[in-house]
């Protein structure tokens, strides 16, 4: 219990300083020792050149769990190089729902090129580091 209680604080301070710190849902564990989980939000921001130029788009994504993809939104197969927020990491796949062929994980501030993975993106997950 106190262990937890420490680890539900770190993540607290730890988004209250680089994120969204969003209220505690409580999730349904599949077992009867129900948890309270944090929901933390961050941001990475998509960019159709390489270096940070061209359009951009800032995509808003619950860490951890999930997959935000790119189909339909005019992003897939487009992406030269993304900025990653502070405090977290993301990784891009190769298809729409985060399986299959990915880039590594891609720390902040970024990547000004994503080499073999150019234009390749359709889909992205970010964690909290
Ligand atoms: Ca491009």
């Known amino acids: 219990m106190a262990l937890k209680t420490v680890l539900v604080v770190l993540v607290g301070l730890a988004s209250t300083a680089v994120g969204h710190a969003l209220p505690v849902q409580e999730r349904d564990t599949g077992n009867s020792d129900h ?48 900025q990653v927020a502070p405090g977290f990491r993301c990784r891009l796949w190769d298809s729409n729902s985060c399986n299959g062929d990915s880039t590594a994980d891609i720390y902040p501030p970024g990547a000004q090129e994503l080499g073999s993975f150019n234009d390749k993106a359709t889909s992205f997950k970010c964690y909290q580091n």
């Open 35 to 82: 948890q309270l989980l944090p929901r933390v939000q961050t941001s990475i921001t998509a960019y159709v050149d390489s270096y940070w130029r061209g359009s951009s788009r800032l995509f808003l994504i619950d860490t951890q769990n999930q997959c935000v993809g790119l189909d339909g939104t005019g992003w897939s197969n487009i992406i030269s190089s993304v």
